[in-house]
């Protein structure tokens, strides 16, 4: 009998090692499927958002990155229920402990939670989207993604910043209507700020009228005498450019700027000082 008992309770143990081992393979097979669907459901999303035309692109991409956030975390969400589905925990009872947790959780979640509902804020204001180049507490970029938690920022220089939502504060959007580029010129205490002026007026307006530098929308505008610095007048000219064109714009602006006052000989000073020697 002491036999019998022995190999029954051995058949019990190698069963119980058998389950657990099924139960590791089932949920491996579970988070597997779960990633599949997940970036399948992605793919579907950007899709859809793609050949609509109901949102302008920035706006498309942006709302296709918010769902492809929100379709990721449902999925990890039945992920979970499944899980403890095999290991015989009913998540209704699981729910019915994070019920009773989440004031105690909601003190140290404070931040997420203030994350979220700005990310939320931040979309059906239409504050910045997806493409757009921006300056956040700072950091100043293009936006590559906008999350239900952070913003991811790409920096001209290749750096990326991420940002949580509910330090955003005060966004400055250069991608809205259009750009303004902004030339300041220095030249010599000795030249006429007259003759320099009309100069300027008459080169920027051929330089608008051939269409020489693109991304023009308007002729620029020689605003006049900017600041009388140092060793030099600073005379500024304005330029309203189409989005993330004012850049290159005051960059072509100076080069033919320069090359005029070459042919004129007006002279672009460089800092200078004057020495008085005094004898006993």
Known sequence: MSKIV???????????????????????V???????AIKLIQKAIKRSFAAGTRFNPGKSATMSTVCCSVAKYAVYFFMLCFVLSVWGINPASLLAIGGVASVAVGLGAQSVIQDIFAGIFILTEDQFGVGDTVRIEGCQGTVES????????????????????????????????????????????????DRVTELLKAEL???????????????????????????????????????????????????????????????????QQVVHITKD
Do not use: H
């Open 205 to 271: 307006e051929r330089i608008y009228k051939e269409g020489v530098v693109p991304g023009m929308l308007d002729r620029p505008q020689v605003l006049g005498v900017e600041e009388l610095g140092e060793s030099s007048i600073v005379i500024r000219v304005r330029a309203d450019c189409a989005i993330g064109e004012n850049w290159n714009v005051e960059r072509e602006l100076r080069r033919l700027i320069k090359n005029a006052f070459d042919r004129e000989g007006i002279e672009i000073p460089f800092p």
């Open 146 to 193: 906008i999350g239900m938690r952070t913003t991811r920022l790409r920096s001209p220089d290749g750096d990326v910043y991420i940002i949580p939502n509910g330090q955003i504060k005060i966004v400055t959007n250069m991608s809205k209507g259009f750009n303004r580029a902004v030339v300041d010129i220095g030249i010599a205490y000795s030249e006429s700020i």
């Open 6 to 28: 022995a190999m029954l309770l051995g058949l019990e143990e190698l069963t119980g090692i058998f389950k657990i081992i099924y139960n590791i393979v089932l949920c491996i």
């Open 30 to 36: 579970i988070a597997v499927l779960c990633m599949a």
